[in-house]
């Protein structure tokens, strides 16, 4: 593509001596619109990474969001959909119905766009202690906030219970990368990192490339 650069840029100023002598009317170069950059390729974490960076996020609040997108290869918008009626805990199932959308610049919990996107995944151990230990936080959050508690149902919310802003969700991901001194990728790129190890020939399944937890009992 650089090439492409300096090959327009000597092209063009050849032709505009050529205006200049009048040997040409219009310098055409000007009107050429050059091709966009190939994306850049991105290149997934390893599992050994993932571990890595699932051991450096366990503290955090959001733990168990980072586990559905990088585990189970949710996308963001379903991650700060879910609602505790959508996590079974007596049957280990949780249900992807929902998603979160700016609406009229508003963040407005609405319905996944398909049928096909409607689906319900087993609840790994992993993932169980997680929302186990989330459900613990949100009541203490609750009972903190007190009238300031603003209900949505929603399993991940800020410290007054309104939905998370998914840009923040992304920079916590962000700060945790870099503390943890990974390899820099997006947020969003952790679903090609599932997708990368799932292909992967003889996979493991992914509880074994998950860090397991302890379990515990919800207090909800």
């Not at 991105?42 to 450096?56: N, Q």
């Amino acid at each position: 593509m650089a090439k492409v650069h300096i090959m327009r840029m000597v092209l063009g100023a050849a032709l505009t001596r050529a205006m200049r002598e009048e040997l040409i009317t219009v310098n055409v170069a000007r009107l050429t619109t050059l091709p966009a950059p190939p994306p850049k390729k991105v290149k997934p974490w390893t599992p050994d990474e993932a571990r890595a960076f699932l051991t450096a996020a366990r503290n955090e609040p959001l733990y168990p969001a980072f586990v559905l997108l990088l585990v189970y290869g949710l996308r963001r918008g379903e991650v700060l959909g879910f609602g505790w009626d959508d996590v079974d805990l007596d049957e280990d199932v949780i249900r992807v119905l929902w998603q979160l959308q700016r609406v009229d610049g508003k963040l407005t919990r609405t319905e996944v766009k398909t049928e096909a996107g409607k689906r319900d995944l087993p609840m790994l151990p992993i993932i169980r202690d997680g929302f186990i230990e989330l459900a613990e936080r949100q009541l203490f959050a609750r009972r903190r906030a007190g009238d300031d508690w603003q209900e949505t149902g929603l399993v991940f919310t800020t410290k007054t219970g309104r939905p998370i802003e998914p840009r923040n969700l992304a920079r916590a991901f962000e700060r945790i990368t870099a503390k943890a001194g990974l390899r820099r990728i997006r947020l969003h790129d952790l679903r090609r990192t599932t997708a990368s190890l799932l292909k992967r020939p003889g996979a493991p399944p992914r509880r074994s490339w998950a860090m397991p937890t302890s379990r515990g009992r919800c207090r909800r």
